[in-house]
């Protein structure tokens, strides 16, 4: 594809290989965008490349582990090769234990585990790709949050706190980068049909559904277009922003 709101614009989307990352992938690149899908997993990341490819979107698939800094240098080091990035779409993410254990429960090795990889990992790899899309003049950087952070889930401390910390780093971001006319917004979804929803205890979507003010259960289809959006022209004057995407879940 080369046409669209995004044509040939080259665009980071980690945790790509399946559910929302894959979702989001998808639509940005029926937008045209140039895709690089990276995941720590290279069986989901090659095949949904792949299957983007077998659709006409331009995807190439490069392998990541957030929690490794040298891992990260040398993805960056990869995708930023064949020229500089417009956008990166930091979707990557841990949502273990949901449901699990109050704050007091949980372990330093648990918490250190998820918030290296959704904070500290959000951070490293946009440390290491945002000189490129400085380099190509400017672009967008979109943060894949929560409303958990807002509504304050009992059990997922951990969680919470990474990605309230996330939309923290998206303002943090947001003044930095202003000035290299580089937006940077937060995009918090509610508890969306994914395969990471299987893992979350049915009383949790039960809460959802009953407090939705729209009675459906979310889909990844509802959340990639705020994605979509925020990455192109349109929304070149929207940074810092935290967009909630949850049917009426959280009110923010």
Do not use: C
């Amino acid at each position: 594809m080369s046409s669209g709101a995004l044509a040939d614009r080259a665009i980071v989307v980690t945790g790509a290989g399946r559910g929302l990352g894959l979702a989001i992938a998808r639509r940005l690149g029926a937008d045209g965008a140039d895709l690089w899908l990276a995941d720590i997993r290279a069986d989901w990341g090659e095949a949904a490349a792949a299957d983007l490819r077998a659709d006409g979107v331009k995807a190439r698939f490069v392998q990541v582990d957030l929690a490794q800094e040298d891992s990260v240098r040398a993805m960056a080091e990869v995708v930023t090769a064949d020229r500089p990035l417009y956008g990166l779409v930091n979707n990557a993410a841990l949502a273990d234990g949901v449901g699990g254990k109050a704050i007091h429960e949980l372990s330093v090795a648990e918490w250190d585990r998820v918030l290296g990889v959704n904070l500290r990992g959000t951070f490293l790899v946009s440390r290491a790709l945002v000189p490129s899309i400085i380099a190509g003049g400017g672009g967008r950087v979109v943060a894949i949050g929560s409303d958990a952070a807002l509504y304050g889930s009992p059990r997922l401390g951990h969680y919470i706190a990474s990605k309230g910390g996330v939309s923290a780093l998206t303002r943090a971001m947001s003044r930095d980068l202003g000035p290299h006319q580089i937006t940077v917004n937060t995009v918090s979804p509610g508890l969306t049909e994914s395969e990471s929803a299987s893992m979350v205890p049915a009383e949790r979507h039960e809460l959802y559904r009953l407090n939705r003010a729209l009675d459906r259960p979310q889909q990844p289809a509802d959340l990639v277009g705020a994605v979509a959006f925020l990455m192109g022209d349109e929304a070149s004057f929207i940074t810092g922003q935290q967009l909630v995407v949850n049917g009426g879940f959280v009110l923010n």
